[in-house]
C-alpha cells in the first residue's frame, strides 16, 4: 500500500513563495528495482477540474505544466521520502487545493500530467494567494 502526505500549504500574498512537500511510504519503491514510478503534484480549485502541474519520475525526469512553467519546480529528496514542489511568483490563479499523487506502474516516457495514471493520492493541502 502507498501512502502520501502533503504538507506546506498556506496563505500568502501574491508574489511569495511556497514550498509543498509529500511523505511518500515505502510501499512505493517495492517494484521500482524493476518499474519505473511517477509523482505528481495536481491541484483543484472550486469549481473547476483537476489539473496537474508538476511531475516526476524515478529516473528524475520532470514535466511542468505550461501554465506555471518557470515558477514552479518539481523534485525528490536523495533519499526519495519526499517530492517537493517549489512554487515561486505566486498569484491569486494559484489559489487551489495541491495534491501529491503516485503512479506505481508508470509507463509513460515523460512524467504524466494528466489524473488518470495516477493509482495513490494524498489528502491536499491548502494553497491560498490573495492580491
Known amino acids: 500500500q502507498v501512502q502520501l502526505m502533503e504538507s506546506g500549504g498556506a496563505s500568502v500574498q501574491s508574489g511569495g513563495s511556497l514550498t509543498l512537500s509529500c511523505e511518500i511510504s515505502a510501499g512505493l519503491y517495492i517494484y521500482s528495482q524493476f518499474e519505473k514510478y511517477c509523482l505528481g503534484w495536481f491541484r483543484q480549485a472550486p469549481g473547476n477540474e483537476r489539473e496537474g502541474v508538476a511531475a516526476i519520475d524515478s529516473r528524475g525526469r520532470t514535466n511542468v505544466a505550461d501554465v506555471v512553467k518557470g515558477r514552479f519546480t518539481i523534485s525528490q529528496d536523495d533519499a526519495k521520502n519526499t517530492v517537493m514542489l517549489q512554487m515561486d511568483s505566486l498569484g491569486p490563479e494559484d489559489t487551489a487545493m495541491y495534491y501529491c499523487?503516485?503512479?506505481?506502474?508508470?509507463?509513460?516516457?515523460?512524467?504524466?500530467?494528466?489524473?488518470?495514471?495516477?493509482?495513490?493520492w494524498g489528502q491536499g493541502t491548502q494553497v491560498t494567494v490573495s492580491s
Open positions: 499523487a503516485a503512479d506505481q506502474w508508470c509507463v509513460d516516457d515523460i512524467p504524466p500530467l494528466g489524473v488518470k495514471p495516477y493509482d495513490y
